[in-house]
């Protein structure tokens, strides 16, 4: 399959995959910035003490195609919602709420995760910040205990958080297109269908 005429693979997670850290980044792959609480709170959150130095966003996003480019050249790649639950649970699992770091270098320990959740409309577990966000996305928020990395978020210098770590890469299967025989089998069938309805509504 292919996306803006490149390959466009899904990442997947097996046994020894898994998120190692989520990144504050300036400019995230997934091209959803987080949400700043802090002085003047802009937002119906339950977050009311201005010095609490949270920020909170979209971590993954479902079958949004990623680009990526490396020695074998340019691609895009996606997450299903089950990989996505399957990660964040396994970071979760292994204890990793200060595995946060800068720009996918710097390591800090004065940030940790202190909420997460994934998008439902049908639950109604929907940030409204967030409203247009697909089902399955993963919404986290942190607390940011670096006064130096709060007020570079504050002016703007950071924008949004990017996972890191180890995935399997697979290809993307498409359904074949139904040959001429299938498809008239189909119209075939669709027009004993009809017939079927008009005698009953007659």
Known sequence: MTFNNLPLYELTIEES?????????DRP????????FADNIKYDFSVTDPDKHLVSGLAMIPDLPIYRQNEQGEFYVVFTTDTIKKLAEKFFNEQRTLSVNIQHQQPTNDVVIIESYFIDHKRNIVPIEFADAPDGSWYVTMKINDETLWQSIKNGQFTGFSVEGFFDIKDIEVPPSPTANEIKQIEELQEDIYDIIYKIIK
Do not use: E, K
């Not at 792959?29 to 700043?36: D, G, K, T, V, Y």
């Open 17 to 25: 995959d898994g998120i190692q850290f989520i990144s504050i980044v």
């Open 29 to 36: 792959a997934i091209q959803s910035n987080f949400l700043c």
